[in-house]
């Protein structure tokens, strides 16, 4: 697991971008060999949507040949409902950037047959062989996507039962209205997310530390299911500095940081080896 410890959750966002648009140029997609890119929604994502689209206007990437899957969608929200997933995208990414409608591929949350829009999901991922990079968020009970603590962690897309945590997490997008909160949500699983060939994660706020602590020093557990990353050969987590304080990990490296300004203050030596 690779460690990226900012100072602010801007420079989370920036980091993220950056490194988003690094992979895309480096992949050279086309038409016939697509991008494929996994996205997230919530707060966390909004500065690395923020800077991707500066980025796309400065003329550093383009999503011409970039495919995305999204995480999750609520059910029986209407797509057009202000907070619907489908209208946080588009009013915070996709109307801003290049992308073609026909490469965005999101969860109908209204499908007629739930279990059958989750299998054709599913599939349509599997389709493109892989996904390149899934960007995500963590809640702070440890859940990604929609997994909440208990999900196997080799499932695959499928309707979850949200717990109250979480919904009165997402109050504070309807109004602080709890009642106003769907009960269920389309989501990518576990197994899907451990698919792609890198994972990065976001994580920002003091809320989120035991999350974070879970993830980087606690065994692999199904009930944070953030911890499934630690099976992943190419996972990335991204954090600001304030849910880094519980996890004993951080401090020590911190420790070691210092104590190599010491030497080479005090003792004039520019290079330090750790065997």
């Known amino acids: 697991m690779r460690l990226i410890p900012l100072n ?16 895309i140029n480096a992949f050279t997609p086309s038409a016939d060999r697509p991008f494929i890119l996994g996205l997230p929604t919530g707060s966390t ?44 995208m588009f009013n915070n990414f996709f109307n801003y950037i290049d992308i073609p409608r026909e490469n965005i591929n999101l969860l109908n949350g209204n499908a007629p047959d739930i279990d059958a829009e989750c299998r054709r999901y599913e599939e349509k991922i599997k389709s493109y062989g892989k996904t390149h990079l899934f960007m995500g968020g963590v809640g702070n009970d440890g859940h990604i996507a929609f997994n909440e603590p208990g999900s196997s962690l080799a499932s695959r897309t499928r309707i979850k039962t949200l717990t109250q945590d979480t919904r009165r997490a997402n109050s504070r997008f309807f109004n602080n209205d709890i009642e106003q909160v769907p009960r269920y949500a389309l989501t990518v699983g576990v197994g899907t997310l451990l698919d792609a060939e890198e994972v990065m994660i976001l994580v920002i706020g003091h809320n989120k530390a035991h999350a974070l602590q879970a993830a980087v020093e606690g065994n692999v557990n199904h009930m944070w299911t ?9 996972a990335v987590m991204v ?26 203050k005090n003792y004039n030596i520019s290079v330090f080896y750790f065997l």
């Open 8 to 23: 602010t959750a801007a420079q989370v966002g920036q980091w993220a971008a950056r490194h988003i648009v690094n992979r």
């Open 45 to 88: 994502p909004l500065e690395a949507y923020k800077s991707l689209i500066e980025l796309h206007k400065a003329g550093q990437v383009s999503f011409k040949h970039v495919v995305t899957f999204n995480m999750d969608e609520y059910v029986g929200l209407p797509a057009e409902h202000p907070e619907s997933y489908h209208s946080f």
């Open 226 to 234: 953030i911890t499934c990353l630690q099976l992943h050969a190419k």
């Open 239 to 264: 954090c600001d500095d304030a849910p880094r304080d519980k996890c004993a990990h951080f401090r020590e490296i911190n420790g070691i940081a210092a104590a190599f300004q010491y030497v080479q």
